[in-house]
């Protein structure tokens, strides 16, 4: 294959084929894919949840991830947040021509680490290559699919008053390493992406507790913008302690630094979860005992008082309302 990406690549003919065969069959492949009909043969035995995003990150590699592993990490997340075990994603590639072959791979190879790690098939794609300049080196899209496994299923329009409000970790931490290695900048202590699958720990979380009301993933928009919209699909006030939200010191100093909120910053491998009060400690005991769940923690609770609202308590005991984010503060953050 030639070093760079030419535009013969995406024309469905021989340097396609060369393509599929020599790189995404080598890094994807799987019974599905390898089939390689016009589209994947699929069977699912119960309710699915479906959800597609498109990834168009920059820089394409950042500390903790790039952009393959965050398009297959965002998608299984969010389908996974409808009480799901995502099964099958979909992959639709832009590319710019003259993108370095060897940046490609890099791509594709963490694609595929993610989606063996998370335990979905990638069952069919796309590659569309475009002249220089149409597109900034590659976007991504991913649609999944995942079998519904809990009756009701979680959702923003479930959260009722006297629930606790658990996250499953620290906040910011995506926004702000994309934001610094953007910027150029380095702080005392690293900052590192949390781009991570989720699908493990919310199923084993379910089985263990299926009448948890809402799972959400606080990406774009961060903690404070995701509450919000809970708040208003359940027509609830979203009640939460400012003290009580986890975040890395150096994602604080650098959120001071540059003069950002670390509750609007996206975060791609944290959760939250709104249950019924009984359960919070069991919820929380469960997500310690994982990796991606050590720092979880309850952070508030579902009142009726101002709906459509979400208050926070400051630390000197004085009460804040967070509004969603208005417009884009981070372009091109996933
Ligand atoms: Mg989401």
């Known amino acids: 294959m030639s070093e760079k990406l030419l535009l013969d690549y995406g024309s469905g003919g021989k340097a396609s ?16 894919l390898n089939r390689l009909d016009d589209a994947a043969f699929l069977e699912v035995t119960s309710p699915i949840s479906m959800s597609t995003d498109t990834f168009t990150v920059d820089p394409l590699f950042f500390p903790g991830g790039d952009i393959g592993s965050l398009a297959v990490h965002g998608t299984v997340n969010d389908v996974t947040m409808l009480g799901a075990r995502p099964r099958y994603i979909t992959c639709g590639l832009i590319l710019e021509e003259g993108l370095d072959m060897d940046v490609l791979e890099r791509i594709v190879a963490s694609m595929g680490e993610a989606a063996h790690h998370a335990g ?4 069919t794609g796309d590659t569309k290559v475009v002249p220089r300049g149409a597109v900034d080196k590659i976007f991504i899209n991913t649609t999944g699919i995942g079998e519904i496994f809990v009756d009701p299923a979680p959702s923003g329009h479930s959260a009722r008053p006297g629930d606790a409000i658990l996250i499953s970790g620290t906040m910011g931490d995506h926004g702000l390493t994309i934001l610094s290695q953007r910027e150029g900048l380095s ?10 699958a989720l699908n493990h720990l919310i199923v084993k979380l379910l089985e263990e507790i299926p009448e948890i009301h809402v799972l959400r993933d606080p990406t774009r928009g961060g903690l404070a913008t995701t509450l919000s919209e809970i708040a208003l699909q359940s027509d609830v006030e979203c009640f939460i302690r400012e003290k009580d939200i986890p975040v890395r010191k150096e994602v604080a100093g650098g ?11 996206a975060n791609e491998g944290k959760f939250i979860c709104i249950l ?7 919820a929380l005991e469960i997500m310690h005992a994982d990796s991606l769940g050590e720092n979880a923690c309850r952070i508030g609770e579902v009142k009726d008082e101002h709906q459509g ?26």
């Not at 084929?17 to 599905?32: A, C, D, P, T, V």
């Not at 979905?120 to 069952?123: G, N």
């Not at 959120?255 to 910053?265: A, R, T, V």
């Not at 609202?309 to 996933?334: F, N, S, Y």
């Open 17 to 32: 084929q060369r393509l599929i065969s020599e790189m995404f069959l080598k890094y994807l492949g799987n019974e599905h």
């Open 120 to 123: 979905v098939d990638i069952v």
């Open 187 to 196: 702080f005392d202590a690293p900052v590192k992406s949390d781009s991570a």
């Open 255 to 265: 959120c001071s630094f540059l003069g950002l909120d670390p509750l609007y910053l």
């Open 309 to 334: 609202k979400v208050i926070m308590q400051t630390p000197i005991g004085g009460h804040r309302l967070l509004d969603m984010l208005e417009g884009a503060q981070l372009p091109r953050i996933c």
């Open 276 to 282: 019924p009060e009984k359960y919070a400690a069991k």
